[in-house]
């Protein structure tokens, strides 16, 4: 069975920096794609970035690109993100997921997600 | 980017009936739509993917049709269950943007 669980989530002040990690297990980790999707508080669901098997391409959305950066450690089914110059509108809980291809992508296993909040 | 939105953005059913909600892309995405659930404090669940297969597990009342720029996910006869917000997303091209959200509620 997939399981992915998010950790390093907190309280943090507008332009600090946090790193989450994602741990996984149940699948071969190393040959999957992996994303980040991430919700605000009350709101819906926004994709954030994906990473490549080898960590070779990552892509991210507009709003956080040369802010974050995501990572990978295949030798310990690990996945990361370092989150620099947060802003309050970078609150949300952040969820991992498996991107997978099968016809078309899409985000078949989800971690329970971690809270970021950003506030002074 | 491509945008997308859901109709309606909540609705109230019963137990029991068919509920349709519908997705439609502000480019065509050819078949590259996912349907998600999620209930309240809990993470997003895959029900559907390349806008009609069903994932492994989601019951037979649930199935999703279309093509192009229109979709719509069907629920056949409403469970308990079922109540939930369902978001759709196309995987055409990054970045890989939802819908909204539609939240279901019990009547």
């Known amino acids: 069975e997939v399981h992915l669980v998010e950790s390093g989530g907190g309280l943090v002040q507008p332009g600090e920096s946090l790193r989450l990690s994602c741990g996984a297990s149940?699948?071969?980790?190393?040959?999957?794609?992996m994303s980040w999707v991430r919700q605000a508080p009350g709101k819906g669901l926004e994709w954030v970035a994906n990473?490549?098997?080898?960590?070779?391409?990552?892509q991210y959305v507009d709003s956080v690109k040369g802010r974050f950066t995501s990572s990978r450690d295949n030798g310990k089914n690990s996945l990361y993100l370092q989150m620099n110059s947060l802003r309050a509108e970078d609150t949300a809980v952040y969820y991992c997921?498996?991107?997978?291809?099968?016809?078309?992508?899409?985000?078949?296993?989800w971690g329970q997600g971690s809270l970021v909040t950003v506030s002074s | 980017d491509i945008q997308m939105t859901q109709s309606p953005s909540s609705l109230s059913a019963s137990v029991g009936d068919r509920v349709t909600i519908t997705c439609r892309a502000s480019?065509?995405?050819?078949?590259?739509l996912n349907w998600y659930q999620q209930k309240p404090g809990t993470a997003p669940k895959l029900l559907i993917y390349?806008?009609?297969n069903l994932e492994s597990g989601v019951p037979s009342r649930l199935s999703g049709s279309g093509s192009g720029t229109d979709f719509t996910l069907t629920i056949s006869s409403l469970q308990p269950e079922d109540f939930a917000t369902y978001y759709c997303?196309?995987?055409?091209?990054?970045?890989?943007?939802f819908g909204q959200g539609t939240k279901v509620e019990i009547k």
């Open positions: 149940g699948f071969t980790f190393q040959d999957y794609w």
């Open positions: 390349a806008a009609s």
């Open positions: 997921a498996r991107w997978r291809k099968r016809e078309v992508w899409s985000l078949d296993s």
């Open positions: 990473i490549k098997q080898d960590g070779s391409e990552t």
């Open positions: 997303q196309q995987s055409y091209t990054t970045p890989e943007t």
């Open positions: 480019q065509s995405i050819a078949n590259s």
